[in-house]
């Protein structure tokens, strides 16, 4: 059907074109016409929605860019703070015996004496010499024990549960090392082809508890299970290690732990052993982040600056986003920022970025009281060096919520969900624009026909009246 009406359209306007080529019709463009009268009608609601596609596209793009902007200030933030260059960091003066990392959300400061007596070690054992990984062993129960080797004595942790680990009939040294690691004990073993023979080792925690003895429980059907049995008074096999507690001092305080890695016996502060010291201690102290933070604070400032300059651009009068909420209410959280309690626990006078010399201005923008900043930084340096902590509080935290308030799609009050209005905007001016388009071209198509038919018929009315002034001219000649 569309194609019939297609083509007798098209021969109209041909036909149209012909006779005006030929001098007969109207002389007048019929197509152009058409094509012209269907703009006009539509031209108004054209540009009614163009100039509404470009006033979205703007507010899209100011709101977008000062979203950019937070997201920018943010990470850098962020970034700047997990780092740990505005913390006091720890560092060991030896660091052959221990290294040292923040942890927890205490600041620590000061220094300290440590001196490492003993490491942690693990347990390991090798059995006895085997042929090849693949030989069987025999049948039965292999049952770990845990407690503590000393000597050729074992006293055994009732704490921690024994494990049985059933062998069978046919099982090989590798498949005794793979249901050992199977069984999440604690402990892991391998095969180890050594210049003696296979051996099975197994390898233990850190820890003097963590220490373990082999039982085994022997098929009769199958025996040789005993050869990996081991006790610290047993012949078989080798103890490559025993089990200990790490053994440390600081400050002169007598320390132990089950492990190498040792938290909060300096508070905030995460020490991993590495070697001893006995006789020789060594500083544990921390950095003075004092010059970074000034710097930092410099920077941060700056930022803000940026930020505040657009948003006081864009929500001026006349500007992009003069009557938009989520614009408004970001300016709004950012011109309380300096006076907001970041640090609600906080016992020393740093609690605010006002009192880190962060100054809100009569436009809203900011500058750097250095005079305050440094005079907090003096009465309180721990309290400066917590308000850059990644935690619950903070003014990494405090932006974060700033941040992620600003880039809430549920929130009414967001330049992000002012962005998704306006897109979902966007989309139905283009649907308009769509149906528009096809209204308008169904209007030139309608025109262009009926205009072609009276163009026809001018042309045929054209002709008859040539022939008409022809014939009376010859009547009138042929009388005289």
Known sequence: MTTTSTTATTSLLTTSSLVTALGGGSG???????????????????????????????KI???????????????????????????????????????????????????????????????MLA??????????????????????????????????SAVDITIESGDTLA?????INAADAGVTAYVANTAEGAKLVIKGQEGATSGFILEASEDASDPGLSNLAWDPSSANGTLLSTALDAAYKVD????????????????????TLSATNVGSPTKVTFSDPSDTIASSMQDFTDALNEIMTELNSATAIGGDLANDSGARSLKRQLAALA??????NATGTARTLADLGLTTNRDG????????????????????????????????????KIYRSAVSTTNIDSLAYSITKWTSQLDDVADSQTEIAEQQEALRARLASQFTVSETRIGLLNSTKTMLENQIAAWNSSDS
Not at 38 to 53: N, Q, W
Not at 339 to 344: A, D, F, L
């Open 252 to 271: 002169g305080l007598e320390y132990t732990a089950s492990s190498n890695t040792v938290t909060d016996i300096i508070p905030g502060v995460t020490l």
């Open 339 to 344: 006076g907001t309690i970041v640090m609600p």
């Open 127 to 160: 059995s006895n010499a085997y042929t090849a990984s693949t030989d069987t062993v025999g049948a039965g129960t292999l049952t770990l024990r845990f407690g503590t080797v000393s000597g050729s004595s074992f006293t055994e942790d009732t704490s921690q």
């Open 28 to 58: 007048i463009d019929m197509t152009a016409l058409a094509n012209n009268l269907a703009t006009a009608t539509f031209a108004d609601r054209v540009s009614r929605l163009e100039t509404k596609t470009e006033t979205l596209n703007t």
């Open 365 to 400: 923008t900011f500058s750097l009281d250095t005079d305050r900043l440094t005079a907090t930084l003096e009465a309180d340096p721990e309290g400066v060096a917590d308000m850059f902590t990644n935690g619950l509080y903070g003014v990494y935290s405090t932006v974060d």
């Open 175 to 179: 498949n005794v090392a793979a249901k």
């Open 61 to 123: 793009s100011a709101a977008s860019n000062i979203k950019s902007m937070m997201l920018a200030l943010d990470t850098s933030l962020g970034t700047l703070v997990r780092s740990g260059d505005l913390a006091r960091t720890p560092s060991v003066a030896n660091s052959s015996v221990a290294s040292a990392a923040l942890s927890g959300s205490s600041v620590p400061s000061g220094s300290y004496s440590l001196e490492v007596t003993q490491l942690a070690t693990n347990q």
